[in-house]
């Protein structure tokens, strides 16, 4: 009988052999480490029933302090929630590139209903894209107030768009609520901008 042939080493083999040897390693070394015993929550004449009521006690305060802090961390669960795709109402999507006049209309609409933000907000996008139909600043989704505001400061009804681009920030950065005078002034500035174009 012929004696077959076997294979003695393997690029398999030797990595398994080098993790093993490292793991042992590792292990050795993390018991020569003395850890201390962890702290037992001993309270004297506390049975069972008295460490449930002081950590449901704990819990309590603990859900009681995160509620009365969730003002302040909403931002930031908002900022997260955009992360994640979920895009605020108050956010203009790409799909929201409709013509001046829809938004003109669509503002009305808002004004009626008493939804002064919403309608403030549609003059805003209504501006956007006057400014991308005239030319001077393409509509870019990405692009901030900030930017539009350095793009247009040489306009020469400037003010009338730092008027709606206040507006937009405070709507949508500070959630101030818009009033009727607000949406009014507003409504003014982007008659304002509207002349020029007539």
Request: charged residues 20%; hydrophobic residues 35%; neutral net charge.
């Amino acid at each position: 009988m012929a004696t077959e042939e076997f294979e003695t080493t393997s690029w398999g083999w030797q990595l398994q052999q080098l993790q093993q040897r490292a793991s042992q390693w590792w292990e050795l070394q993390l018991s020569r480490i003395p850890f201390p015993d962890a702290p037992q929550l001993q309270i004297p004449h506390l049975g069972e029933g008295g460490i449930v009521l002081v950590w449901s006690i704990a819990i309590a305060l603990g859900l009681w302090l995160l509620w009365r802090l969730s003002p302040l961390l909403l931002p930031y669960l908002s900022g997260w929630q955009n992360w994640r795709g979920e895009r605020k109402k108050l956010v203009p999507s790409v799909s929201e590139t409709r013509p001046t006049k829809v938004w003109l209309e669509r503002s009305l609409q808002f004004q009626r209903q008493g939804n002064y933000g919403e309608a403030c907000r549609c003059l805003y996008m209504a501006m956007l894209r006057q400014l991308s139909d005239r030319g001077i600043v393409p509509y870019q989704l990405s692009r901030t107030d900030g930017e539009y505001r350095r793009l247009i400061q040489q306009q020469s009804t400037f003010s009338a768009y730092q008027t709606l681009l206040n507006a937009h920030e405070e709507l949508c950065f500070n959630n101030t609520e818009i009033t009727a005078e607000d949406y009014e002034r507003c409504k003014e500035a982007y008659r304002r901008i509207e002349l020029p174009q007539n």
